[in-house]
């Protein structure tokens, strides 16, 4: 059984990389274009101003460097966890039809996310060795990607099955992850924010994700104890994630 659903992992995965961007020229150049155009625009209308706000306007690439690693993070969490909300209802008349257990389905855009999530960061490990001098830290970026996919797809899992019972909540998603952009500092420094409602960092699990992968591209250096809030953050999403799921996936495919 485990055998074969790796093998319907494997090739749903490859189904719907190709499929999506199948009848475009740029084919799947498409996946990166959209966070290198955000990172673009940010960089080119913002770096000035934030890099004095940062208070390292003495290093060129600093604002770039600051806003690489948030950027492409967020992207890869946005991203994962809608496509996951979209699974149970883009798939329905499939799921109806066979009895391949539904979080196949949703293992599928969690792994393309996550493949572009690595060469999104390898284009910005690729930037940060072009402009300063990188250390071995950088490695510390892998761990966190890890326990941050591991994090969205509890989430998802738990978002994808109750979305299925109301509706609703594939309209509030997006808006929500409108506000969790904005509440995070992704674009501009933490201590904006700390000044005005610090509160906002602290009930924002995302926050939790976004600062390491800055302290190691813009200082190169972390702590052991930022992984510790990340990876409660993961196990308890999992959990929460796969009981739902198991406790309501029966009724799912009733309900599509």
């Known amino acids: 059984m485990l055998k074969k659903n790796i093998i319907n992992t494997y090739q749903l ?3 719907d990389f190709k499929s999506r961007y199948a009848k475009t020229s740029l084919g799947q150049i498409w996946y990166l274009i959209s966070p290198i155009i955000m990172l673009f625009i940010y960089t080119v209308i913002f770096s000035d101003f934030m890099s004095a706000r940062l208070g390292i306007s003495d290093q060129p690439y600093a604002y770039s460097i600051y806003l690489i690693p948030g950027l492409f993070a967020y992207s890869a969490f946005s991203n994962t966890l809608t496509l996951m909300m979209e699974v149970p209802f883009a798939k329905a008349g499939i799921l109806k039809k066979i009895n391949t257990p539904i979080y196949i389905f949703e293992l599928s855009p969690l792994i393309i996310q996550f493949l572009i999530f690595i060469f999104s960061m390898f284009i910005g490990v690729l930037f940060l060795v072009a402009v300063k001098d990188v250390s071995f830290n950088i490695l510390f970026i892998i761990p966190m990607m890890i326990l941050q996919t591991l994090f969205v797809f509890g989430l998802g899992l738990f978002l994808s099955v109750f979305a299925v019972f109301f509706r609703d909540i594939k309209e509030i998603i997006p808006i929500v992850l409108q506000l969790l952009f904005w509440a995070t500092p992704i ?25 390491p992968y800055q302290d190691i591209f813009l200082l190169g250096s972390v702590k052991l104890n930022d992984f510790i809030a990340p990876a409660i953050l993961s196990a308890t999403s999992l959990v929460v994630g796969i009981f739902f799921y198991k406790k309501l996936v029966g009724a799912v495919r009733d309900n599509l």
């Open 13 to 15: 995965v490859k189904f």
């Open 187 to 211: 674009v501009y420094p933490a201590y904006i924010i700390e000044q005005k409602a610090k509160i906002l960092l602290y009930i924002n699990p995302f926050y939790y994700f976004v600062r």
